[in-house]
């Protein structure tokens, strides 16, 4: 689409046995692609296209991460709460048999209660 532009030099120094010589060599070089039929063009903003879209794409990952991450972190609070429900529910079945038990020691329950 821009222009290029090159430019190099040189010395170059001998020596014979009875004088010296210095060679000086300078370059300059410029050149221009003309896009007739827009390739250049196109093919810029193809690859502008894809560079949007993988940002897109990578947006889309951190999206569905942070939503798995979401959903992770409400699946364990509910089993948190489960578990502390099992808890608290063997408690009370640990006081119920503690208490049919006696119950039973004293003559007020039968056999069956205690099973």
């Known amino acids: 689409m821009f222009p290029t532009l090159a430019a ?3 010395v170059t ?8 010589s210095k060679l000086y ?6 050149g221009w692609e003309l896009d007739l039929f827009g390739g250049t063009r196109r093919s810029v903003a193809a690859a502008e296209a894809d560079l949007q879209a993988s ?18 972190y409400v699946e364990f609070r509910v089993y ?5 429900t099992t808890e608290e529910n063997l408690q009370f079945q640990q006081e119920t048999y503690e208490l049919t ?10 056999e069956l209660a205690v099973h």
């Open 101 to 110: 038990r006696w119950r039973y020691e004293a003559g007020l329950d039968d």
């Open 55 to 72: 940002g897109e794409n990578l947006r889309n990952v951190l999206v569905s991460l942070t939503a798995e991450v979401a959903l992770n």
């Open 8 to 10: 190099s030099g040189s």
């Open 80 to 84: 948190q709460a489960r578990f502390a």
């Open 25 to 30: 060599s300078t370059g300059f070089d410029a």
């Open 13 to 20: 120094k001998s020596h014979n046995n009875e004088r010296e």
